[in-house]
């Protein structure tokens, strides 16, 4: 992981979620990309000669506010990483989406009201927008979380699904970290045939050889019961989950993991998602490279 993709409104919770990404940043001694999005403005009336358009006014305030942020981060975190700022116009997940390819970023970081339960508070926010628009991993962190490193991570699966594609996201994110991972499922009824699924898991984690990899199952009443018995008694300092292509209220009535996990977690917690753009544009070079042969 070298590039995070951060944006802000300069709000306590942008401020919460900027200081986790650079302190994750500086950890990686990679790039922080800061933006700040201006909506379109509407009811536009023509300018007087003279007169300073208060769109171009507000966009060079918040230019220069991006700026302070930037030097004070630098200065903050002996400059071991580097700073970019963008001050945007139109939707924030407009401008992630095009700002996340043409910096190719590793990940999103943003910040969320709520501590636990704080994902139920997600519906019509950027968070969720973005999760769903912007085919990036997403890191949605928490009012009241503090970067505490990077020693155990959860990954929770159904194993209902085909995992390669989220695991190829997630392992090479966690490796400059070295954390333990553990690969958990919730075994709410009958026993899980997880052979096969722990062979695939095992096959993705030999590419990283600085990652310890362990597959996890609980016995619990249900899948969100599952979850908070394993973070009661496992400390870890994040939860990932895999976004699925459906509709988010769809998911919110699927019993999967990523669903009930969303309604319980008082953790920052990476959603990973099922097209991320680095595969998307690979498949696209793949079928140009045919077209043209």
């Known amino acids: 992981m070298k590039t995070i993709l951060t944006p802000t409104d300069f709000s306590p919770n942008a401020v919460n979620a900027i200081t986790y990404a650079a302190q994750l940043a500086s950890e990686v001694r990679g790039k922080l990309i800061l933006v700040h ?32 942020l930037s030097k004070t981060l630098r200065l903050e975190n002996g400059f071991r990483f580097e700073v970019e700022t963008y001050c945007e116009e139109g939707p924030l997940y407009q401008c992630m989406g095009k700002l996340a390819v043409q910096h190719q970023v590793d990940m999103i970081v943003m ?4 501590a636990t339960g704080f994902l139920q508070k997600l519906a ?44 190829q996201q997630l392992f090479p994110l966690l490796s400059p970290f070295k954390p333990e991972v553990d690969v958990l499922n919730v075994q709410a009824d009958e026993q899980l045939n997880i052979v096969a699924d722990g062979q695939i898991i095992q096959e993705i984690a030999a590419q990283h050889t600085n990652l310890t990899v362990q597959i996890k199952q609980v016995k619990a009443a249900s899948v969100l019961a599952g979850i908070k018995q394993y973070t009661k008694e496992t400390p ?25 996990l969303a309604f319980g977690s008082n953790l920052p917690l ?17 079928r140009t490279e045919a077209a043209i042969a």
């Open 37 to 68: 999005a201006l909506p379109f403005p509407t009811g536009i009336t023509p300018v007087e000669a003279g007169v300073i358009n208060p769109q171009v006014a507000l966009k060079q305030a918040y230019v220069q506010e991006l700026e302070k």
């Open 236 to 260: 870890v300092q994040l939860l990932a989950v895999a976004i699925e292509q459906r509709n988010w209220l769809e998911a919110l009535f699927h019993h999967s993991v990523s669903a009930q």
């Open 270 to 286: 990476l959603a990973l998602p099922q097209t991320p753009y680095r595969a998307v544009a690979s498949k696209t070079a793949a």
């Open 111 to 114: 910040g969320t009201k709520g």
């Open 124 to 167: 019509g926010t950027n968070a969720l927008t973005i999760m769903q628009q912007v085919h990036c991993p997403v890191l949605v962190v928490p009012a009241t979380a503090r970067y505490n490193g990077m020693q155990k991570v959860a990954y929770a699966s159904d194993f209902e699904k085909e995992e390669s594609i989220f695991l």
